[in-house]
């Protein structure tokens, strides 16, 4: 946390600047990313006002993937199966669960945001957990010209019979985890979906799951920042407009907007209580992002409570 005293003393009001960071500013270190306090380095006096004047939210900060909480319900799980007859004799379940990032559908230049980079990746280290299955089998994803999910399934052992067929489902209505499917996101609907044989993309022996639906992959269009200690309800609403769901550059679009909290103002401010939600108050839960965010904050303060109120200022100071 970084703290800007006011400059000058002949002003009805003093501004302070304060800079909050999620990893290095909670009061508590394990303190989700989404629900921590902040201490101040002094205990300001005579507060009137707090405002959000900056701010930098990464891509993680509104999540592809989330976990369920009190107000939403969590689309992180995928659950699939395979079979094929030349390697057991029955299917088999398996269950792969996303992060909670935000993906960009294909991103070379950032793989770990590549949403059809993890899907391989997610899918082929369950099947590789599973020793009936590892190294029998292998998932392949492809860039489709809509942004649809378009994957493959075939076999990897050499040992199989040639054009040996493995059936993939992808299990969103009948899986274990039915409930926090993915399904949306990846673009289908809330139905299981079975691999189909086809010569466009496929070899030999190999099947074919493509979505109906484009991606989804960003859910939330703007994020709302809390102060419990402010009457402004939200403090601030961040609308994130790029296609990559990011502010890059701390904003200042709000700098010289002091607006004082007329109806119940803070009057004394050692710490800032701040949550973040998403639209339709939705609480991320606990969540710890690996790249922070950073909010900047513009606390209005009196520099004499017992001055006469400017006959342009309208407020309220019954506390």
């Not at 009061?27 to 405002?51: H, W």
């Not at 942004?147 to 052992?157: A, C, I, K, P």
Request: a negative charge; charged letters at 15%.
């Amino acid at each position: 946390m970084s703290f800007q005293l006011p400059v000058g003393s002949n002003s009805y009001t003093k501004v302070h600047r304060v800079w909050v960071d999620s990893k290095t500013s909670k009061k508590d270190p394990a303190a989700s990313d989404f629900n921590y306090t902040a201490v101040l380095p002094v205990e300001l006096q005579k507060i009137v006002g707090i405002s959000v004047s900056s701010w930098h939210l990464p891509w993680d900060s509104a999540p592809s993937f989330f976990p369920s909480t009190t107000f939403v319900t969590g689309n992180k799980s995928l659950d699939f199966s395979l079979e094929n007859p030349d390697v057991a004799s029955a299917a088999q379940a398996f269950v792969a669960t996303w992060p909670t990032k935000y993906y960009v559908y294909a991103s070379p230049g950032n793989p770990e945001a590549d949403y059809l980079d993890a899907l391989t990746k997610l899918m082929n280290n369950a099947i590789s957990a599973d020793a009936v299955w590892a190294g029998k089998v292998s998932i392949q994803t492809y860039t489709h010209p809509l942004g649809n999910t378009l994957l493959t399934v075939g076999t990897t052992d050499s040992t199989l019979p040639d054009g040996s067929t493995t059936k993939l489902r992808l299990l969103f209505a009948t899986g274990a985890n039915s409930a926090t499917a993915c399904n949306i996101p990846m673009g289908f609907a809330k139905a299981d979906v079975a691999s189909s044989s086809t010569g466009i993309y496929t070899g030999t022996g190999a099947q074919t799951i493509e979505s109906p639906y484009q991606t989804f992959l960003r859910p939330f269009p703007y994020v709302d920042v809390f102060v419990a200690q402010s009457n402004r309800k939200p403090l601030k609403r961040i609308y994130i407009e790029d296609s990559f769901y990011t502010n890059a550059t701390m904003s200042t679009e709000s700098v010289h907007q002091l607006i004082i909290d007329t109806d119940n103002p803070p009057r004394v401010l050692g710490q800032l209580d701040i949550s973040l939600r998403y639209p339709n108050g939705v609480d991320p839960g606990f969540y710890i992002s690996d790249a922070p965010h950073s909010i900047g904050f513009t606390i209005v303060q009196l520099a004499d409570e017992l001055a006469p109120v400017p006959a342009f200022i309208k407020q309220n100071l019954a506390w």
